[in-house]
Structures are given as structure tokens and as C-alpha cells.
């Protein structure tokens, strides 16, 4: 049982009015721009929620996993098994570098670091487990396998020093930490931080507030959890629809968490949700490659 603050906040947000997706993931926000991004894996798009409430959304051809903004421009794409360029104002779609997986392997969920390093793991398309790696695309365009034999790779994000990395295998139901230097992107040693889930029911994306929070989705759960950085759960944000995939922090202040779902049990299942949040999430760092 994970201890939990006596004053445990709980916050309820509301959908907003963008299509639904059949699998909703990898939010992240652009400052520059306060916009908005998320994929929908199976349907091979990105989307985008910009200023007046505008959306649209871009066609990428192979499975996408994850986006980022790119320092030098337009966006980059984990989909297939590679890393992609994606340019919205054409939709021209370019790899940038192959991520050579298992046959059978898609790229999953990704985020960069401080300095503009992107991450981003695999999974089995059928959920078999062991199949999954963990790679990092280098701002000189050079592709690292960093983990094999995972499950799900999913959430991952940094401490507000940098100093740790959190990660995520969804099929571990667990949250891990790692050691790690931002100047070198080594990691040291992966060990448990908050166990999480059971069955159905297993932690996906995630998000760190500027306090060390760290918010989880909670697949099959319907919630986003955040525990402090000693572990401690703190506030449950609850959704009305079963599968929470990933969530970001966005708005003016970054203290807007945007939450993306997926097609299943409940109510909105695969809307885009909002909420304000009671501290102000890291910003979303860019490819800087
Ligand atoms: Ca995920």
C-alpha cells in the first residue's frame, strides 16, 4: 500500500473539444508557440491544439509513438522504427535515423532531455513481452540502444536538476528511477520508485512538476496519480474514462495538465483532458539535432 499524503488533493478535469482518439498519447507542449501536441498511435497522426483553440493534425505513414517540437524547426516523430522529421507546415514526413527493432516492434513513448537528447522506446505490437528496447536518438542524429528485453517501454521524464531519470516498463507495474548526468546523458542503475498496478490495471506516460512531483497514468486505472519525489502519493487526478495514457503540463504557466485517454471502458474514452494543477509542471525540452 503506498502512503499517501493526509491531505490528498483530487482534482476532476474536463474534456476538451478536439476529435477523440482510439489510442491518445505523448502530450507535449510548445511554449514558443503555446501549443499543444499528441499522437494518436494506431491512426498514424499527430495532432495539434494551438492558440483560439484551433486544431489539426498531420498523417505520418507508420505508427507514431511520441512527438517532439525541433529547436531548429517543425517537429520530430517516433513512429515505425525510426525517428522522423515531420514538417506541419507541408506534412512532409523524412527519417532522421532507423531505430532497428525486433521484428514485430513499434516505437512507443519518448520525450527529450535538458539538452535536446530524445528518448523513446518500443513494444511488442501484441504486447509479448521482452520484446521492447529503449533508445536515444543524439542531437548529432546517432541512434544508442540503451535497454533491451523490456515489456511496454512508456513514461519516462528527468528531476528538475536533472540528476534522475524515470522510467517506465508499463508490464513491470512499476515506476523506476535512474541516476543520471545531464552533461554525458549516462545512467546509472535502474531501481524501483513506487510500485503501481496489478492485471489490467498498469502505469503509461508521465510528468514532473518543478517540485520533483511525479505524475503517472494509470492504464485501466482511470486516473493520474502524482507522488512526491520521495514516493509519496499526494493527488489523484480522476477521469471518467478507464485508459489514461500520458499527461503534460502546458497553459501561460504551466500549471495546465493536458491528460490524453484511449478507446475503452468508461466515459469520453479517448478524449483530451484539462485540468489546473496546484504546482507548475518542467517545460517540454526540444530535439536540438
Ligand atoms: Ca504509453
Not at 482518439?21 to 498514424?44: H, K, M, N, R, S
Not at 523524412?94 to 522506446?121: H, Q, S, V, W
Not at 501484441?126 to 511496454?152: A, C, N, Q
Request: include cysteine; proline fraction near 7%.
Amino acid at each position: 500500500m503506498t502512503e499517501h499524503a493526509p491531505d490528498l488533493i483530487i482534482y476532476e478535469p474536463e474534456p476538451v473539444d478536439v476529435p477523440a482518439a482510439e489510442l491518445g498519447e505523448g502530450p507535449c507542449w510548445d511554449a514558443d508557440a503555446q501549443a499543444l501536441f499528441w499522437v494518436d498511435i494506431p491512426a498514424e497522426r499527430v495532432h495539434r491544439l494551438g492558440a483560439g483553440s484551433v486544431h489539426s493534425s498531420w498523417a505520418v505513414g507508420q505508427p507514431a509513438g511520441a512527438v517532439v517540437p525541433r529547436a531548429s524547426g517543425g517537429l520530430v516523430v517516433a513512429a515505425g522504427s525510426a525517428f522522423l522529421s515531420l514538417d506541419p507546415l507541408t506534412g512532409d514526413v523524412a527519417e532522421i535515423a532507423a531505430a532497428p527493432g525486433l521484428p514485430g516492434t513499434r516505437m512507443n513513448d519518448g520525450k527529450c532531455d535538458r539538452a535536446g537528447r530524445f528518448y523513446a522506446g518500443t513494444m511488442a505490437a501484441d504486447e509479448s513481452p521482452g520484446k521492447g528496447s529503449f533508445y536515444r536518438l543524439d542531437t548529432d542524429g546517432t541512434v544508442t540502444e540503451i535497454f533491451t528485453g523490456l515489456g511496454i517501454s512508456n513514461g519516462l521524464g528527468w528531476s528538475p536538476d536533472d540528476k534522475l531519470m524515470y522510467y517506465i516498463d508499463s508490464l513491470d507495474y512499476r515506476v523506476d528511477v535512474l541516476d543520471y548526468d545531464p552533461a554525458t546523458g549516462q545512467l546509472g542503475e535502474r531501481r524501483p520508485f513506487a510500485a503501481l498496478g496489478s492485471g489490467e490495471v498498469m502505469p503509461d506516460g508521465m510528468a514532473v512538476d518543478s517540485r520533483g512531483g511525479v505524475w503517472v497514468a494509470v492504464w485501466g486505472g482511470g486516473v493520474i496519480q502524482r507522488y512526491d519525489a520521495s514516493g509519496r502519493l499526494t493527488s489523484v487526478v480522476r477521469l471518467p474514462a478507464a485508459n489514461v495514457t500520458s499527461c503534460a503540463f502546458g497553459g501561460p504557466g504551466l500549471d495546465q495538465l493536458f491528460i490524453t485517454t484511449a478507446a475503452g471502458p468508461g466515459r469520453l474514452a479517448g478524449a483530451l483532458f484539462t485540468c489546473q494543477v496546484e504546482v507548475a509542471g518542467l517545460p517540454t525540452f526540444p530535439y536540438r539535432g
